[in-house]
């Protein structure tokens, strides 16, 4: 069942913004909000997924043309500002022609960044990461590669990998392969099991090879492998 009004921040956000409860038959927890020429509602739903959401939803019909509004929310969204950007791109379509807009709506188009998937997406573009040569990479991996191979390591024995915006350094052992690469300095050093390396990727098409950490994962290339 839908969580009680009084129990959804998201609610409580939307009620300081200036949305209203809705007088309708079909719900008796809705909220609403009368931009003068459309009325955009809310409510607390299960949606495909079997996830409880706040639905935002309208139909905002002009001389020119006609947008349906359709957009979900965690019910549970914990500042005022974050579901003021949520309704800013429901809306984000048919804004010009909605006149007189509240403040509240040009400051929440403004914080886009809010938006969960624009933070993924920062956080995405801000991951450790570097750019290196295609040909210093592979002779750096076929050494790495005869290491591994002169060394049969066990389950215990790492390979760590970092950056500090100049080499990217590989160490196993006693064994440090400097490569000259282009990017950010990373903020630590990340180690994978050395037993994971031992079919490392020997072609790559692009002249430029990245590699990157991401959700625990170092991708060479097109390679991932998990980082312990």
């Given at each position: 069942?839908?969580?009680?009004?009084?129990?959804?921040?998201?609610?409580?956000h939307?009620?300081?913004?200036?949305?209203?409860?809705?007088?309708?038959a079909?719900?008796?927890?809705?909220l609403?909000?009368?931009?003068?020429?459309?009325?955009?509602e809310?409510?607390?739903?299960?949606?495909?997924?079997?996830?409880?959401?706040?639905?935002?939803?309208?139909?905002?019909?002009t001389?020119?043309?006609?947008?349906?509004?359709?957009h979900?929310m965690?019910?549970d969204?914990?500042?005022?500002d974050?579901?003021?950007a949520?309704?800013?791109?429901?809306?984000?379509?048919?804004?010009?022609?909605?006149?007189?807009?509240?403040?509240?709506?040009?400051?929440?188009?403004q914080?886009?960044?809010?938006?969960?998937?624009?933070?993924?997406?920062a956080?995405?573009?801000?991951?450790?990461?570097?750019?290196?040569?295609?040909?210093?990479?592979?002779?750096?991996?076929?050494?790495?590669?005869?290491?591994?191979?002169?060394?049969?390591?066990?389950?215990?024995?790492?390979?760590?990998?970092?950056?500090?915006?100049e080499?990217?350094?590989?160490?196993?052992?006693?064994?440090?392969?400097?490569?000259?690469?282009?990017?950010?300095?990373?903020?630590?050093?990340?180690?994978?099991?050395?037993?994971?390396?031992?079919?490392?990727?020997?072609?790559?098409?692009?002249?430029?090879?990245?590699?990157?950490?991401?959700?625990?994962?170092?991708?060479?290339?097109?390679?991932?492998?998990?980082?312990?």
């Amino acid at each position: 069942m839908p969580a009680a009004e009084a129990e959804c921040p998201t609610y409580q956000h939307l009620r300081s913004l200036g949305f209203q409860k809705l007088a309708s038959a079909y719900s008796s927890t809705g909220l609403c909000y009368n931009f003068g020429s459309f009325t955009l509602e809310a409510a607390v739903s299960t949606n495909r997924n079997f996830q409880e959401v706040v639905s935002l939803s309208g139909v905002v019909a002009t001389p020119r043309k006609m947008s349906a509004i359709s957009h979900e929310m965690l019910p549970d969204i914990e500042t005022r500002d974050e579901v003021a950007a949520h309704i800013g791109w429901a809306l984000r379509n048919c804004i010009t022609d909605l006149p007189n807009l509240p403040g509240w709506l040009h400051t929440g188009v403004q914080n886009r960044s809010l938006l969960p998937w624009e933070q993924g997406r920062a956080a995405y573009e801000a991951r450790p990461r570097c750019s290196i040569d295609r040909e210093w990479f592979k002779l750096a991996l076929k050494t790495l590669s005869a290491a591994l191979q002169d060394n049969s390591p066990d389950a215990d024995q790492q390979v760590a990998w970092s950056f500090d915006g100049e080499i990217l350094r590989v160490r196993f052992g006693l064994v440090s392969i400097p490569i000259p690469a282009t990017g950010h300095s990373w903020p630590s050093s990340y180690s994978v099991q050395a037993t994971k390396l031992a079919n490392l990727p020997k072609q790559f098409r692009s002249p430029s090879v990245e590699v990157s950490i991401w959700r625990d994962r170092l991708t060479l290339g097109n390679r991932q492998y998990s980082i312990v």
